[in-house]
T-cell receptor, first 116, second 117 residues
């Protein structure tokens, strides 16, 4: 069975602080994909990153960085120097061939609030 | 990223009516699209997998006769909520599977907020 756990339900930080959103996943598949999406209040899901199970290289994109560690089944997301516009719900998701043909299995999401 | 459109963005209807939601991939062909549902303050839950030219695959607990899915072309999937009831009120969001260049990514439409009175 596939499972994604985002233990942090809500996080509140002050602007310019760094914040890390945790994601732990479970799967028996050797080939899988991990994603992070941002959902602002408007509701639309914004794609942030995709990682496949064979690529453990960490990635940095501007103020965003991701740490993928297969040894701990984690795919954590760090925002450096947070801004008010970063306020949103962030979802970590897992997809495998499985029963649903690469459909996304979402975590419960982490609501991030960045205050001025 | 790729563009996926979804219409309508918001629907208010009376109980018992049917509502049709369209999902289009605008700049790539998607043999597979997915339909998710999101209740307030909750995560997204997969309802069904829509495959072009074949029957949709529904998740356990999702009534296939109530949520009709048609994937008639490589760029269009539709979800029809038949005889909608207040408990069907939710945020419905589709995604299109992008396999171009060997990547495996899903891009989401902007979603449809359905309110059944």
């Amino acid at each position: 069975a596939q499972k994604v756990t985002q233990a942090q339900t809500e996080i509140s930080v002050v602007e310019k602080e760094d914040v890390t959103l945790d994601c732990v996943y479970e799967t028996r598949d050797t080939t899988y994909y991990l994603f992070w999406y941002k959902q602002p209040p408007s509701g639309e899901l914004v794609f942030l990153i995709r990682r496949n199970s064979f690529d453990e290289q960490n990635e940095i994109s501007g103020r965003y960085s991701w740490n993928f560690q297969k040894s701990t089944s984690s795919f954590n997301f760090t925002i450096t120097a947070s801004q008010v516009v970063d306020s949103a719900v962030y979802y970590c998701a897992l997809s495998t061939l499985g029963d649903s043909g690469y459909a996304l299995n979402f975590g419960k999401g982490t609501s991030l609030l960045v205050t001025p | 990223g790729a563009v996926v459109s979804q219409h309508p963005s918001r629907v208010i209807c009376k109980s018992g009516t049917s509502v049709k939601i369209e999902c289009r991939s605008l700049d790539f062909q998607a043999t597979t699209m997915f339909w998710y549902r999101q209740f307030p303050k909750q995560s997204l839950m997969l309802m069904a997998t829509s495959n072009e030219g074949s029957k949709a695959t529904y998740e356990q607990g999702v009534e296939k006769d109530k949520f009709l899915i048609n994937h008639a072309s490589l760029t269009l999937s539709t979800l029809t909520v038949t005889s909608a009831h207040p408990e069907d009120s939710s945020f419905y969001i589709c995604s299109a599977r992008d396999r171009r260049g060997g990547k495996e990514t899903q891009y989401f439409g902007p979603g449809t907020r359905l309110l059944v009175l």
